[in-house]
């Protein structure tokens, strides 16, 4: 902690990974001996760096811009960029950390990284975006590349956000490097399914818990927060899957509609016009909007999948889960939800699966796209969709049989974080001490 002040969202990511290391450690003394906790916590290479840019009124704007590179032992840094006015290095630290692990899980050749900016990319023009989007790249060209450091999208960064960034770097590079980043145009580099594989990826997974119970999404009433990337597509594939969603949020606050949300409307307001998710209640005269996003979670539901943002359910909102009888609840966003909810939950024995697990079917279908570039060769979309549902079974699969085998049956955090703490310890030790 007084090695890196002030990074509270860093301490508790990693807290809950020791936490759940210590049966590891009683088993295997050696990982102790050769320094790998000491290692593994530190950045391999932190880099924080100017991004000016001149907005429409002629003005010069400065923000900051990070990438930090954590850890390599697996594969080139991989992880997404996040273009939000709370970012500063503590949140991109604990979203490195816990990309480490949930990349190991994925079983593709990725090591953990993250970056991001301070900037507010809401109520800019496009070309506002597109300025800042050349600058932040004119300086992190250097430090990325195919086999270096592959960024991709997060909060604030979507197609948009990546082709100008893509852009900027051939621009500079000289060079059609598809695959420095991922979550590209279907025209040019990107994959097919990658843009629905978060959200898809953490139904596939809640389903497979499901399954193992003798259960399914058929006829679940479920609640989903966020109504971005990720919350869009999971409520897609609920809805495929025959359950029925009936809450969706922004920061401004929900949307109820008791009979079943209407996606195109969402994905109208939020996709195309940018807009704010109070604006379906004007469409939609049954559904209600209360401006209280955190109020989702006391919402009587079968299922709850937090796809917004860190720290978005607390213990009191897990309290009135468990009230409310939730079967499950699937984290899609990154640490969604508080130590003290996921403890209410576990303790409560209601099904629940970590961001580190449940969300990597984003990454995973990132390095499906980066494998697809190194072929020069783009896979149809049914192709990429069974290549994602299968990691996640075998994801599930991988995380609730180490929870067994340490003595933990049904504790996924546990499983997620000694799988994939002892995939990238291995890969350290067999690499040496650097
Ligand atoms: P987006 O920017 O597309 O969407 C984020 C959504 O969350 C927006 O609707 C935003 O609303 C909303 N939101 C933000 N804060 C709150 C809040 N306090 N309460 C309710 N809603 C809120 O981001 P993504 O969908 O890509 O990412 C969401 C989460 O998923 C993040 O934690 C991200 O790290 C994680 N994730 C994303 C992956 C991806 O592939 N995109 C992969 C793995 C994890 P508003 O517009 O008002 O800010």
């Not at 007084?2 to 990074?7: A, D, F, I, T």
């Not at 596939?204 to 989903?224: P, Q």
Request: a negative charge.
């Amino acid at each position: 902690v007084s090695r890196n002040p002030n990074e509270p969202e860093f301490h508790q990511a990693v807290k809950e990974v020791l936490e759940s290391l210590e049966v590891v450690f009683d088993k295997h003394p050696e990982y102790e001996e050769l320094g790998i906790l000491e290692r593994i916590v530190e950045p391999e290479r932190q880099i924080m760096f100017r991004v000016p840019w001149v907005d429409d009124n002629g003005d010069v704007q400065v923000n900051r811009g990070f990438r930090i590179e954590f850890n390599s032992v697996l594969g080139p840094y991989k992880g997404g960029l996040r273009f939000h006015p709370s970012v500063y290095d503590g949140i991109i630290k604990f979203l490195g950390f816990e990309q480490i692990f949930k990349n190991a899980l994925t079983g593709r050749p990725i090591g953990g990284g993250k970056g991001g900016s301070d900037f507010n990319p809401k109520g800019k023009s496009d070309g506002e975006v597109m300025r800042f989007c050349q600058s932040f790249m004119t300086e992190l060209c250097r430090h990325i590349g195919p086999n270096t450091d592959v960024p991709a999208g997060d909060i604030g960064v979507g197609g948009r956000e990546i082709g100008y960034m893509f852009g900027q770097y051939k621009r500079i590079k000289n060079s059609f490097d598809a695959g420095v980043l991922t979550g590209k145009g279907l025209g040019w580099g990107g994959s097919l399914a990658r843009t629905e594989a978060t959200g898809y990826g953490l139904v596939y997974i809640v389903e497979e818990m499901l399954k193992d119970n003798a259960d399914s999404f058929a006829d679940k009433t479920v609640v989903i927060s966020g109504s971005g990337n990720v919350s869009i597509y999971a409520t897609e594939k609920v809805q495929q899957l025959g359950g029925k969603v009936v809450a969706v949020s922004d920061s401004g606050g929900y949307v109820y509609d008791p009979e079943g949300i209407k996606l195109d409307t969402v994905k109208r307001i939020k996709e195309v016009e940018r807009g704010r998710i109070k604006e379906y209640v004007k469409e939609h005269p049954f559904a209600e909007f209360v401006a209280d996003s955190s109020a989702i979670w006391m919402i009587d539901c079968d299922i709850a999948l937090p796809c917004a943002t860190q720290n978005e359910l607390d213990g009191e909102s897990a309290k009135s889960l468990v009230a409310n009888d939730v079967i499950v609840v699937g984290e899609g966003a990154n640490m969604p939800c508080t130590p003290e909810a996921v403890e209410i939950l576990q303790e409560s024995k209601i099904g629940f699966i970590p961001g580190k697990a449940a969300n990597a079917g984003g990454v995973a279908t990132s390095a499906l796209e980066m494998t697809q570039n190194a072929m020069w060769d783009s896979w149809s979309f049914e192709k990429v969709d069974a290549k994602l549902e299968k990691i996640m079974v075998d994801i599930y699969k991988i995380i609730s049989t180490t929870a067994k085998e340490y003595g933990k049956p049904g504790d996924l955090v546990a499983g997620a974080n000694i799988a994939g703490f002892l995939k990238v310890a291995n890969a350290m030790i067999n690499q040496g001490v650097v």
